[in-house]
């Protein structure tokens, strides 16, 4: 059984980065695509970011892409999601996700079968 546990949140400046790092334990990780969503007060979690398992193939949501970049290293069981030029608005909880999905459609959360505890991104403005 995989777990997953995500660090690197943070309080930045409008403008700044972080980069959040999530880590799974279990043998089986090379095997899952992940995700990152985010939840802010009074929204629903939202999608941000996915990777497959293979790292070959990326997606993004419009409102972070261009800014936010995931990447994964199989070999240290780890995904990655650096943000550059945050916003306000980017403030939420974090949370990875993992996921047997092998589609196009990595937006829904439904298809994620596990979920780390969360990492806090805060963004003053």
């Known amino acids: 059984q995989v777990q997953l546990v995500e660090s690197g949140g943070g309080l930045v400046q409008a403008g700044g980065s972080l980069r959040l790092s999530c880590a799974a334990s279990?043998?089986?990780?090379?095997?899952?695509?992940m995700g990152w969503f985010r939840h802010a007060p009074g929204n629903e979690r939202e999608f941000v970011a996915a990777?497959?398992?293979?790292?070959?193939?990326?997606y993004y949501s419009d409102s972070v892409k261009g800014r936010f970049t995931i990447s994964r290293d199989n070999a240290k069981k780890t995904v990655y999601q650096q943000m550059n030029s945050l916003e306000p608005e980017d403030t939420a909880v974090y949370y990875c996700?993992?996921?047997?999905?092998?589609?196009?459609?990595?937006?829904?959360?439904?298809?994620?079968?596990?979920w780390g505890q969360g990492t806090q991104v805060t963004v003053s403005s």
């Open positions: 996700a993992s996921t047997y999905y092998s589609g196009t459609d990595y937006s829904e959360r439904l298809r994620y079968n596990l």
């Open positions: 279990g043998r089986t990780f090379s095997m899952y695509a």
């Open positions: 990777i497959t398992w293979s790292g070959g193939s990326t």
